[in-house]
C-alpha cells in the first residue's frame, strides 16, 4: 500500500474510526477493537481501514506472535502515521471551531 | 454444516471477490478478527460484512475507480461527509435485503401451496353420461295387518236407591234457587200451620258480583251451602256459617259474603202467611259461564 495522498473525504463513520486512533495515537488497534470502541460493521469498517491506509493516514503490520503456540491467528494492526496523526487532528480541530474548513 | 463452516466460506469468498493483492491478507486478517466476535451471529453478521466489504474495497480498487479516490475532495480540506464511498450498501441494507427476500420466498411458496392445494380441489368439468335404465323396483309383500280382538266385559248395573235431593239454586244462571219446602208431618193437631220456607228476595245480591277473581282465573266451580238466620223483614239475624263447602275456600269465602250482603233482601219464611223469623241453608253455586 503506497502512501497515495493526505487527503480523503470524510464520512460519520470514518471519523469515529479516527476518533478511536486519537484516544491514543500510539497504540497499535485491529479491526476488531476499531468494532469494540466504534461498533462499525465490518462491511463499513474494513474499506476505511484500507482506505486510510491507502491514503496514508494508517499503517498496517501483522502481529509479531507464533500463531501455533498463541494458539490464534495473527492480528493486522493499524497505527496512526504522523501524517494521519495531523490530518485528524485538523479535522477534529475545524469541527471544534465549528466551521468546515 | 456447521456455523463456523458458514462463517470461513463467507470470508474464504469474499476474500476471493477482493483485489489479488488483498485477497490473502484480507482473509487472515477477517478470520483472526472473527475470533474476537463472542457470539454466533455477531460471528455471522461479520462474516456477511466481510462479503460486503469486499464489494466496496474491489470497486473501489478498480483502476478509474482508484483515480477519483485519489483526487481531493476540495483544496480546503473536508467536504463531503455522506457515507458515498461505502455506504450503497451497509449491513443494515443487505439485512434488509436479506429479510425482504425471505418474505418473497415465503410468501411464493404460500401461494404456490395455495394454488396447488385449489387446484387439486377444483372439480372435474362436467360430463353428460347417460346411465342404464335401472331395473323396476319390486314391490315388497304386503304388511300383515294389525289383529283386533273383542273383549267383552260384563259389569252389573248397581242398583243405588238415592232419596232425591233439592238442588238449592240454578246451575247455569247462577242464581239462588229456593229450597223447596220440606214435606211436614201430618198434623198432629187440628190446626194445620201453613208455613213457607224463606229464600232470596227482591235486590238480592247478583252471585257473579262475588265470584273470587282468582277462583275465576283458576276455573273453579262449586255449591257452597250457608246457613242463614233471617227475621221476618228479611235481615240477617246472625252471621251465615258454611254447613256444607264447595271444595274451594275461596268459593266458600264468596258466599258468605253474597249471604251477608244478601241481608235486608231476603225473603222472610211464613207462618200461616205471616212472616217469621227462621233459619234454613242457602244453596249458592259459583258456575263459570262459557
Known sequence: MGKKDANIRMSLQTLRVLEAFLENPTEQLSGADVHQRCRIASGTLYPILLRLESAGWFVSQWESIDPSSAGRPRRRLYRLTSTGLRRASEVFASFNRGVLA | ?290
Open chain 2, 1 to 290: 454444516m456447521s456455523q463456523r463452516t458458514v462463517n470461513h466460506w463467507l470470508i474464504h469468498h469474499a476474500a476471493r471477490h477482493a483485489p489479488e493483492i488483498l485477497a490473502e491478507r484480507l482473509e487472515e486478517e477477517w478470520l483472526s478478527d472473527l475470533q474476537a466476535r463472542t457470539s454466533s451471529l455477531s460471528r455471522l453478521r461479520f462474516a456477511i460484512g466481510c462479503f460486503w466489504a469486499t464489494q466496496v474495497i474491489a470497486w473501489e480498487h478498480q483502476p478509474s475507480r482508484a483515480a477519483v479516490a485519489s483526487t481531493t475532495a476540495a483544496g480546503s480540506g473536508v467536504v463531503a461527509y455522506a457515507d458515498q464511498n461505502f455506504s450503497f450498501i451497509s449491513l443494515k441494507s443487505s439485512t434488509f435485503f436479506l429479510v425482504v427476500s425471505l418474505h418473497i420466498v415465503l410468501i411464493y411458496g404460500f401461494m404456490t401451496a395455495i394454488s396447488h392445494t385449489h387446484k387439486s380441489a377444483v372439480p372435474d368439468p362436467l360430463q353428460n353420461r347417460d346411465l342404464p335404465a335401472s331395473p323396476p323396483l319390486e314391490q315388497p309383500p304386503p304388511l300383515p295387518g294389525p289383529t283386533l280382538k273383542t273383549w267383552t266385559i260384563d259389569v252389573p248395573r248397581p242398583v243405588v236407591n238415592v232419596p232425591p235431593e233439592p238442588i238449592p239454586g240454578d246451575a247455569i244462571t247462577g242464581n239462588v234457587v229456593e229450597k223447596p219446602a220440606e214435606p211436614t208431618s201430618p198434623p198432629a193437631q187440628t190446626h194445620v200451620v201453613k208455613q213457607v220456607v224463606g229464600g232470596t228476595g227482591a235486590g238480592f245480591p247478583d252471585t257473579a258480583d262475588f265470584y273470587p277473581s282468582q277462583s275465576i282465573r283458576l276455573g273453579e266451580q262449586g255449591i257452597s251451602t250457608v246457613q242463614v238466620c233471617v227475621d221476618a223483614k228479611g235481615r240477617l239475624i246472625s252471621d251465615p256459617t258454611t254447613v256444607k263447602g264447595s271444595g274451594s275456600a275461596r268459593l266458600d269465602e264468596g258466599a258468605l259474603k253474597l249471604a251477608r250482603a244478601g241481608s235486608g233482601h231476603y225473603r222472610a219464611a211464613t207462618e200461616d202467611g205471616q212472616p217469621v223469623s227462621s233459619c234454613y241453608p242457602l244453596g249458592i253455586r259459583f258456575q263459570l259461564k262459557n
